[in-house]
T-cell receptor
Framework: SQKIEQNSEALNIQEGKTATLTCNYTNYSPAYLQWYRQDPGRGPVFLLLIRENEKEKRKERLKVTFDTTLKQSLFHITASQPADSATYLCALDTGGYNKLIFGAGTRLAVHP | EAQVTQNPRYLITVTGKKLTVTCSQNMNHEYMSWYRQDPGLGLRQIYYSMNVEVTDKGDVPEGYKVSRKEKRNFPLILESPSPNQTSLYFC????????????FGSGTRLTVV
């Protein structure tokens, strides 16, 4: 069955540094992958979508890469700020009916 | 403001008492979906709907029902809630085109005692 792995341990970094979060998947070949931000007790908020034929996508301080050979996506936040502290979820397209499956998320804590 | 509205925000109920969680979106989205989120398990899809009167099961549909009589509304029905349905529930919608991400509601925290 398809499986999505995100680091279950929290990522702690200093303000101003680049945060890098990892999403690995197995047994699937998604046409696209999405990243979301979720704050405690709130609904996820869509950040970026990257397609299988795109190696990299950027939006302001965010950058996503997608390596279909390694079956991995990396999510980068440059010049991180305490306000970036949240849980970040990756989600894979399952190829039918616009259905996504989500990873459990990685919590990011940016310290001043 | 474009949004997905869920109600109620919090709900405590007893085992076996039927309940409905409402979901409404004002973006004319064709696709709507329900997820539950449990610690360590991430978001798991319960049911989804491609359009009016078109619904299908997700990964964890047991114990839930849905209906899609109007494009904007997609209620989640628990006919006989049980304690293992205690969870945080999210409704989401998107355009049918997969170029777009999902818009999520604020969530409904359900406790079944």
């Amino acid at each position: 069955s398809q499986k999505i792995e995100q680091n279950s341990e929290a990522l702690n970094i200093q303000e101003g540094k680049t945060a890098t979060l990892t999403c690995n998947y197995t047994n699937y070949s998604p046409a696209y992958l999405q990243w979301y931000r979720q704050d405690p007790g709130r609904g996820p908020v869509f950040l970026l979508l990257i397609r299988e034929n795109e190696k990299e996508k950027r939006k302001e301080r965010l950058k996503v890469t997608f390596d279909t050979t390694l079956k991995q996506s990396l999510f980068h936040i440059t010049a991180s700020q305490p306000a970036d502290s949240a849980t970040y979820l990756c989600a894979l397209d399952t190829g039918g009916y616009n259905k996504l499956i989500f990873g459990a998320g990685t919590r990011l804590a940016v310290h001043p | 403001e474009a949004q997905v509205t869920q109600n109620p925000r919090y709900l405590i109920t007893v085992t076996g008492k039927k309940l409905t969680v409402t979901c409404s979106q004002n973006m004319n989205h064709e696709y709507m979906s329900w997820y539950r989120q449990d610690p360590g398990l991430g978001l798991r899809q319960i049911y989804y709907s491609m359009n009016v009167e078109v619904t299908d099961k997700g990964d964890v549909p047991e114990g839930y029902k849905v209906s899609r009589k109007e494009k904007r509304n997609f209620p989640l029905i628990l006919e006989s809630p049980s304690p293992n349905q205690t969870s945080l529930y999210f409704c989401a919608s998107s355009l049918s085109d997969s170029n777009y991400g999902y818009t999520f509601g604020s969530g409904t925290r359900l406790t079944v005692v």
